[in-house]
């Protein structure tokens, strides 16, 4: 079984910065994919922000404010989030999957973890 765990998230300032951890622990095979959701308050799906699988992919809305990375020794993957706004406030899921494009149908699932951007 495979156990993803958030951390990270809080209370920013618009215009501050957050960079979110995904430990991924358990029975991991030698390589998988791993993406970042976000669902936004009052909104009833998981949104796609970044994943890394065969190269680091970005929604629209976040390309050169966010930025995906990983540290395999430590099995984690990372979310460094600049400049937030309002826009960006949400609960924030990671997701693993075997070798392939990330998508919001993966198996394993992080509890999530809240992100606010407010004066």
């Known amino acids: 079984q495979v156990q993803l765990v958030e951390s990270g998230g809080g209370l920013v300032q618009p215009g501050g910065s957050l960079k979110l951890s995904c430990e991924i622990t358990?029975?991991?095979?030698?390589?998988?994919?791993v993406g970042w959701f976000r669902q936004a308050p009052a909104k009833g799906r998981r949104v796609f922000v970044a994943?890394?699988?065969?190269?680091?992919r970005y929604a629209d809305s976040v390309k050169g404010q966010f930025t995906i990375s990983r540290d395999h020794a430590k099995n984690t993957v990372y979310l460094q989030m600049n400049n937030l706004t309002s826009q960006d406030k949400a609960v924030y899921y990671c997701?693993?999957?075997?070798?392939?494009?990330?998508?919001?149908?993966?198996?394993?699932w992080g509890r999530g973890i809240q992100v606010t951007v407010s004066s």
């Open positions: 997701a693993a999957s075997e070798p392939k494009p990330v998508t919001v149908n993966e198996p394993y």
């Open positions: 358990g029975r991991t095979p030698s390589s998988y994919s």
């Open positions: 994943a890394l699988d065969f190269f680091p």
